[in-house]
């Protein structure tokens, strides 16, 4: 699941948390699997049970086969993994077909799409994957020529001795090749990346023609037979539970089959907010022959529920946030030096109040599942799932049935963005079809998906700044105002310790105050980092105007000399720290890109404004070139943007589409913001919540910065910055600071 940037992944490697196996597949042919085990406990049992993960088919006829074992949410991970694979089996990436695995965690360890996780946990074991095929593939030619393995070499998709000038297709040797016992993989040599030839080249995701052909590959799309069709009604205010409805009205409806009230198996205790929901809601599920007649059904329910007073509204918090700042301190999170001292000391001082709204992830697929539960016990699911063992284990709590009756088929995902890692959905599939008796596929409407969400949440922060006679910043503090309960932060709701400048400067303050809140939170794309980046960006820029530096030169400043920050361990184990010397680098090179230096020269009501942000372990600095007209009327003319995700791109248009996509994504969370009143969403669909359209994406200039370091994800990194930077830039365009999102319109004559 998405973490923040204190929790990081330790170095995969197999030759101590994997094996390779061999054996011949069914008529005839190689598989290879690496099982690669989410704890040592999993590899363990799989090494003594011998659970096979099999990745890669080679047929006799040379084609060949490569799973793809991730979730596949528009992030292109089902083309990247197997990229790894195929480059190191020095495969015909003509003659490779990819195929989407089962979740199926004792095979294939960690199942997941978010976090930016994919590279930096697979990009070693997927490598060793396909390495581990071409050597069997090597030792049965030559077995069958008489030569030895090291006389040999691969060409794509065939095994050559050059000194004989001897061939064989892969195809030719798969069977034999089957027969072998498997490499250890500590004597596995990997291509040096000089050789590579998939890996570091442009290639489409292997789905892009069936998408731009309509062919039916997402979710929404799965038909089973016998299957029917279901809506779930639940209450608009969160945690309400259900009084009554009349089930009757909505079985009379044309082409209804059923309608049933299901109660909440753990209503709202413990789980809104702090922990993933997997389970159910009160709700009415009406089950009919086709989606239109089920939905149509839903006007006629009238039903009644017990809201238990709720009435929180945006106006509520935002009241309860600034008694909070008035009323003084809240918990200290970090405290560092001598804070009040270096504020008493100060040649200047600066303090800010910023905001943010909730925010509804509202994928263009909206939550679907499709379930069939048979005679026999077991459960067949179908679903756009990013997080699928959750909802197995909801499903398997909702039913009463053991998680080894539950296959669940991942379905290529509509969107995702941190929606999907929720499960929710799964489950009340699961319980309508277990009760209608026959599948049944569940489609939420459009209002259901952004009142039933699980919201990226608002937070509000007053911030102080002390500067030093010579403009450098000796003192920095923060009081975060968020949701949660207990003293632990809502999903997402949190500020971690160590979040910049921490480390940086020398006296630094964060405290916290937690709101009650009634809704469920959780992560959006970048959890955490979307919205801190905003705010403590956009701040940072604000002092350096008032130190008189140039803004650049003022971030340059603060970071230093270069230096590594190491981090608290996440609970995927230590991480390399923060190297202030590589966000150094990208905000140079970004400023130079963009013409940083000239900005001087720009008309009249156009401005430059940067922004860094570590995020996911992807470094990025960002430029944004802003025009605001007379009346306030703002256009983003240009994006530049500059990342250090490590040594490799591994598929560069795959790469260039998530920094698009990051850039639009910050673009809209610019302008969206959700209308919570008296205890639920107003908005109920896109025009209200309006995204931002394919015209209001301006040019960006994207530059990866290649470093020896490992290659780091890409899905989240590149998004942080582009509020920030936009922010700072209708500053320099127009003297008027943005503290406070959405913006109005298009104008930012209140800003």
């Known amino acids: 699941m998405p973490l923040d940037n204190a929790e990081q992944l330790p170095a995969a490697g197999l030759s101590r948390r994997g094996f390779l196996r061999a054996g011949a597949a069914a008529g005839g ?34 084609a060949i086969t490569i799973v793809n074992k991730n979730p596949e949410i528009g992030q292109g991970i089902k083309t990247m993994l197997p990229m790894l694979i195929a480059e190191e089996l020095d495969a015909d990436w003509d003659r490779v077909t990819v195929v989407q695995a089962d979740a199926d965690g004792a095979k294939y360890g960690a199942q997941f799409a978010g976090g930016s996780f994919a590279t930096p946990m697979n990009w070693m074991p997927m490598r060793q994957t396909g390495a581990a095929a071409r050597a069997m593939l090597i030792a049965a030619a030559a077995q069958q020529w008489g030569v030895g393995a090291a006389e040999c070499s691969t060409a794509p998709g065939k095994v050559v001795h050059a000194a ?106 413990g789980t809104l907010g702090g922990n993933v929901l997997e389970g159910l809601m009160d709700g009415v599920a009406i089950v009919a022959e086709n989606w239109w007649y089920a939905n149509r059904a839903r006007s006629v329910l009238n039903a009644e529920w017990d809201t238990r007073g709720e009435s929180a509204s945006d106006a509520e918090h935002a009241a309860k946030a600034a008694e909070a700042f008035a009323s003084g301190p809240g918990d200290v999170l970090r405290d560092d030096g001598d804070v009040d001292g270096a504020f008493e000391g100060a040649a200047k001082t600066i303090e800010a109040e910023y905001s943010y709204p909730f925010l509804s992830h509202a994928p263009l697929e909206p939550q679907n599942t499709t379930v069939a539960v048979h005679e026999d016990g077991s459960v067949e699911v179908w679903s756009p799932t990013q997080n699928p063992e959750p909802g197995r284990a909801g499903v398997a709590l909702a039913l009463g049935v053991d998680p080894s009756q539950i296959t669940i088929h991942m379905i290529r995902n509509g969107g995702g963005f941190g929606r999907r890692l929720n499960n929710n959905f799964m489950t009340e599939a699961a319980v309508i079809a277990q009760r209608a008796g026959v599948p049944v596929k569940l489609v939420w409407n459009r ?32 009081h975060f105002v968020s949701f949660g309960q207990d003293g632990r932060p809502h999903s997402s709701a949190d500020l971690a310790p160590t979040t910049f400048p921490v480390e940086y400067v020398e006296n630094v303050r964060y405290e916290q105050t937690l709101l009650p809140l009634n809704m469920p939170t959780g992560p959006m794309r970048a959890p955490g980092s979307n919205a801190l980046a905003f705010v403590f960006q956009s701040f940072l820029d604000e002092v350096a105007a008032e130190s008189g530096k140039d803004p650049l030169q003022f971030h340059l400043d603060v970071l230093g000399e270069p230096r590594e920050v190491v981090m608290t361990p996440g609970f995927m184990g230590p991480q390399p720290g923060f190297n202030n010397a590589r966000m150094a680098d990208v905000l140079r090179i970004v400023a130079e890109r963009a013409g940083w230096a000239d900005r001087a020269s720009l008309p009249q009501g156009t401005g430059l404004g940067i922004a860094s942000y570590y995020c996911h372990l992807g470094y990025f600095a960002h430029v944004a070139k802003v025009t605001v007209d007379a009346n306030g009327g703002w256009a983003v003319d240009k994006i530049w943007m500059v990342g250090d995700v490590g040594s490799q791109i591994i598929n560069p248009t795959g790469a260039v589409n998530q920094c698009e996509g990051g850039c639009l994504d910050g673009l809209g969370q610019m ?22 359209r394919i015209n209001k994406m301006p040019p960006v200039d994207i530059h990866f910065h290649i470093t020896d370091n490992p290659p780091t994800g890409l899905g989240e990194p590149a998004l942080p910055p582009v509020l920030p930077a936009v922010a700072n830039a209708i500053f320099a365009a127009s003297g008027r600071r943005v503290r406070s999102l959405p913006m109005s319109g298009a104008s930012v004559a209140s800003a």
């Open 671 to 692: 302008t969206l913001g959700l209308t919570f009143e008296n205890g639920q969403v107003v908005d109920s669909n896109f025009n209200t919540y309006a995204l931002p």
């Open 164 to 269: 004989t000038g001897q061939e064989l297709d892969y195809g030719a040797l798969a069977v034999a090749a089957a027969a072998l016992t498997a490499p250890d993989p500590a004597t596995l040599t990997l291509k040096d990346p000089a050789d590579f030839r998939i890996i570091g080249t442009s290639i489409p995701q292997v789905d892009t023609m069936r998408i731009l052909t309509g062919q039916p590959i997402f979710g929404i799309d799965v038909e089973v037979p016998g299957m029917k069709y279901a809506v779930y009604e639940k209450c608009p205010v969160f945690g309400g539970t259900l009084v009554s409805a009349d089930l009757d009205a909505a079985k009379a409806m044309p082409g209804v089959i059923d309608a049933f009230i299901v109660r909440g198996n753990n209503s709202t205790e």
């Open 447 to 478: 209002q259901d998906d952004l009142r039933h969400d699980v919201y990226r949440p608002a937070g509000f922060h007053k911030f102080g700044a002390a500067l030093d006679d010579q403009g450098n910043l000796v003192g920095f503090k923060d």
């Open 29 to 62: 042919g190689l598989l290879v699997g690496l099982n690669f085990a989410a704890t040592a406990a999993a590899q363990s049992a799989a090494a003594t049970e011998g659970v096979l993960n099999i990745y890669v088919t080679v047929g006799t006829d040379g």
